[in-house]
């Protein structure tokens, strides 16, 4: 006979917000239609000192939902202290963290239970999607963010993975007793997640992937916020390393090679009409599965948009995360200087 399923009384969601208070209405709002016995779940803003009306947006939701809603606010350090803040205020004994610019299926919370107890799981990491109702750039950043090309199913999909997957915390959850076993949320500003994943991960706790449950993930809603967002998890890769350096795996150095020879290339063709010859094959190809991309995508999200969004998407996203983790290789391991943050003065502008 197998060991007993584990059941969770209480889910404590944990929503770490900062100056986001339009994107904190949608998640609030689609939480109404969440179907899971209220009892058994209570929702946490923990405000990292917004200065928006954050608060009086969750005053309001208090008297609509049908679950105990409560809001935290402490002065600004980051969503990792934001997150261990909402933990030590947790009732539950399971905690689900979950990103304040995400929107949730009323399914959610129901294949997670469901998920966690068929599993007999510790912990588990969920996968982000797009909204029906999402404007066409936010689908496009959605494509490139999922696409095999750029992520190698790196955020998690049905098939293979060419890197571990590592739970991120737009959609993440573990039990009380993990979390306190672990730790808490460590200080990086940017890949704070991955850096808790992978001490979840070596506790030896049982984690499961559950692929329905989902979380509609706006992201960035510019073409400048991304691309600061990118960089930025490139700096965070190499930052990563400095921790545990089985943190960085060949597929997270690919952009950064594919940015260098680029540039290499670029300049070189320039100097000499002989490698200009080699370089505009290779530039052919990549153009090649541009357009292939962009006609996948026309066809997912059945919009012409993507003709002029892919081809600007996926390179922003390969080059600049490539630039980021050149930026603070340079940075960290030539120079051999403290944590690089990245973008940081008006990141979210």
């Known amino acids: 006979m197998g060991s ?23 998640l609030l709002e689609s939480f109404l239609a969440l179907e899971f016995p209220p009892e058994r779940l209570e929702l946490i803003i923990a405000d990292d000192g917004s200065v928006d009306k954050t608060k009086s947006v969750v005053k309001e939701y208090q008297r609509k939902l049908s679950f105990e809603v409560r809001f935290y606010s402490q002065k600004n350090q980051g969503p990792g202290t934001a997150r261990n803040m909402g933990a030590k205020k947790a009732k539950g004994d399971f905690f689900i963290f979950i990103d304040s610019d995400c929107m949730v299926p009323s399914d959610w919370l129901k294949n997670i ?16 999607s797009f909204h ?9 950043i959605n494509y490139s963010m999922t696409s095999f090309l750029t992520t190698g199913g790196l955020r998690g999909s ?37 850096e808790f994943s992978h001490r979840l991960i070596k506790s030896g706790a049982k984690i499961v992937y559950i692929d329905n449950a989902i979380v509609f993930h706006k992201r960035r809603t510019s073409i400048k916020k ?10 965070a890769r190499i930052n990563l390393y400095k921790i545990d350096q089985t943190m960085l795996e060949p597929l997270h150095v690919i952009p950064a090679v594919v940015t260098l020879f680029f540039l290499f290339l670029l300049f070189s063709s320039i100097l000499t009409s002989n490698v200009w010859h080699i370089a505009k094959w290779l530039f052919l190809i990549g153009i ?32 600049g995360y490539g630039l980021g983790f050149i930026s603070a290789f340079f940075y960290r391991v030539v120079l051999n200087r403290e944590e690089l943050v990245g973008f940081k003065r008006k990141y979210y502008k």
């Open 4 to 26: 007993p399923s584990k059941v969770y009384s209480k889910y404590s969601i944990i929503v770490p917000s900062y100056n986001r208070q339009e994107e904190i209405e949608e």
């Open 113 to 128: 239970d469901a998920g966690l107890m068929r599993q007999n799981a510790d912990a588990f990491g969920g996968r982000d």
């Open 132 to 140: 029906e109702d999402f404007p066409v750039l936010l689908k496009a």
């Open 158 to 194: 049905r098939g293979k993975k060419l890197a571990k997957f590592y739970p991120r915390s737009f959609n993440m959850g573990l039990s009380k007793q993990t979390f306190h076993k672990i730790g808490g949320f460590g200080s990086l500003r940017h890949g704070q997640d991955i």
């Open 226 to 235: 991304f691309f600061k967002q990118v960089f930025n998890w490139g700096v």
């Open 288 to 319: 090649i599965v541009i357009l292939f991309s962009t006609l996948q995508a026309m066809i997912r999200y059945k919009s012409w948009h993507m003709i002029y969004l892919i081809p600007i998407i996926i390179p922003i996203q390969i080059f």
